[in-house]
């Protein structure tokens, strides 16, 4: 029977030849992950279950990464519940302050998560780790409770869409830029309990920092899972990295899709979502002059290395706008010091940016970037519902790092080429 990489990948987890849409199926996980929201529910759930052991202490992780450092004495306690739970079960793969990182940036960086495995984290942003090849989704903490304690869950096989893009993007346009182009074409729901797919030259071609930034964003249509076939980029990253044995899985030739898109690269353009929709997107150009207040670049979608690069080729020689706030957020500790060691902090500092430490802080208005009533940001962050970021009555433009960068500079949504970037320069 042929079968997608996603139905191939769950059909090995549940112990079956082959699983087609729409099965249900008992599946045992490779790795699931709570954070400091979702964690101390999943907890409470576990206690109250009356489990008295873990699964595979190795394979769980617990990153306090929305409130760090700890904003109150409610977060404090939320973090210390997570501490002692993973001091009692021995579980590893707890990071604090000075190790911690934006969960779904830190632990493909460690290599705790890969190809063909099984994925499942209390956050709907897990689908992250489909960059790598692996089926990675979000689930409630109740599931993630009983995953800890079982090493199982229970899915619906899902089916999958095919996306084909080919050729050469224009300048400055990212995998940002084409999630939001793939979004605002599918819908919000476009991709409902869906797998989706991406393949094409494009997508060859695509760095894996641009592929995590798709496949985090996958949820934002709707879909169970976001998920590219291996090739030699995601060997290169996984190699020596993670931390177990890959599994690299590809779709039949002849596997069947609920849809196919096909598009040409040429045709996604520089791409903003408007409030309070990631769906609700128009062409970066076509929204020049729209006046913001603040300019977040960062997050689990985009605050790798790449995103701060591409950031800082926009910022150098700039100042950011006296009426902007611009917030730069490395997602993790080792992306820190390596943006701290190429420079580009001094560029970031020069341009009048704030640099702040590791956290997911503003994107899920929880701190160190909240909107006022009415004020309006540019954020690299994944969703921008209402009242995502502070005050119900404010507005969140999503958009790729160098249309952020060059909006804080202008002053109001802008393209890098409108505000004379240095790579335009070169």
Known sequence: MSMTITEKILARAAGKDAVQPGELIIAKVDFCLGNDVTAPVAIDEFEKAGFDSVF????????????????????????????????????????????????????????????????????????????????????????????????????????????????????????????????????????????????????????MEARLTMANMAIEAGAKNGIFPADDITKAYVHRRFLREPRYVYSDPDAAYATTYRWNA??????????????????????????IDQVVIGSCTNGRIEDLRMAADVLRGQKVHPDVRCIVIPATQAIWQQAMEEGLFGVFLDAQAVVSAPTCGPCLGGHMGILAEGERAVSTTNRNFVGRMGHPRSEVYL????????????????????????????
């Open 266 to 291: 040429a045709d996604i353009p520089l791409m903003v979502a408007k409030p309070h929709l990631p769906s609700n997107t128009q062409a970066a150009a076509e929204l020049n002059g729209i006046r």
């Open 56 to 207: 595979d202490s190795e394979r769980i992780a617990l990153i306090p990464d929305h409130f760090t450092p700890n904003k109150d004495i409610k977060t404090a306690q939320l973090v210390k519940q997570m501490r002692e739970f993973c001091k009692k079960f021995g579980i590893r793969h707890f990071y604090d302050v000075g190790r911690v990182g934006v969960e779904h940036a830190l632990l493909p960086e460690m290599g705790l998560v890969g190809p063909g495995d099984v994925v499942v984290g209390a956050d709907s942003h897990t689908c992250t780790y489909g960059a790598l090849g692996a089926f990675a989704t979000g689930v409630g903490s109740t599931d993630l409770a009983g995953a800890m304690a079982t090493g199982e869950v229970w899915f619906r096989v899902p089916e999958s869409i095919k996306f084909v893009i080919e050729g050469g993007l224009p300048p400055y346009v990212t995998g940002k830029d084409i999630i939001l182009y793939t979004i605002g074409q599918t819908g919000v729901d476009g991709a409902l309990y869906q797998a989706m797919e991406f393949t094409g030259s494009t997508i060859d071609a695509l760095s």
């Open 399 to 426: 958009a790729g790092p160098y249309v952020a960068a060059a909006s804080a500079v202008a002053g109001h949504i802008a393209t890098p080429d409108q505000v004379g970037s240095r790579k335009a320069a070169a």
